[in-house]
């Protein structure tokens, strides 16, 4: 099987089990949290994408992965990482802006992820980042379609 291949197996099966627990597990228990709550919660994993500053370090990295890729990809998932700690604090203590954050951040967020996959070029590249994209950025996609599907919901805010 070749590089991309086995990439793509990774990938989607990663999605997949994820997507499995979201709905039988994590979506059944949020579902009688308050908006705010629940939010927080699915925001909690984003506040980590700092990790993707990882592109950028050389032997992390295969020598030929573009310099184009890894500073979209790292400085992406910084500021959404960021977005998603100020959406946090923002939502903890309950900014008038707090949902507005919450929808900037996860707009952005989603966003940056979907570029850096439409480049399947890279994926020999990866080197040790290989589990970012195989395993983080799959429960950061679910993640981000929960944050939508209860944005669109709405509910309680306190």
Do not use: C
């Not at 993707?52 to 890729?69: E, I, N, Q, R, T």
């Not at 998603?84 to 919450?102: E, G, M, P, Q, T």
């Amino acid at each position: 099987m070749d590089t991309l291949a086995i990439f793509g197996l990774q990938f989607t099966l990663s999605v997949v089990v994820f997507g499995l627990l979201a709905k039988w597990y994590a979506a059944p228990w949020l579902a009688d949290k308050t908006l705010n709550a629940a939010l927080m919660l699915l925001i909690i994993p984003h506040a980590f994408r700092h990790l993707g500053m990882a592109f950028m370090v050389p032997g992390l990295v295969g020598d030929a992965l573009p310099g184009g890729f890894a500073m979209a990809a790292a400085y992406g998932d910084l500021f959404s990482g960021l977005l998603a700690i100020l959406a946090l604090i923002a939502l903890r203590h309950s900014w008038v802006l707090a949902l507005s954050l919450v929808w900037v951040f996860n707009l952005f967020g989603s966003i940056d992820l979907v570029n850096a996959l439409r480049q399947a070029e890279v994926v020999p590249q990866l080197g040790t980042t290989w589990y970012i994209p195989t395993f983080v950025v799959p429960l950061l996609l679910v993640t981000h379609v929960m944050i939508f599907a209860r944005l669109l919901k709405g509910g309680q805010r306190a």
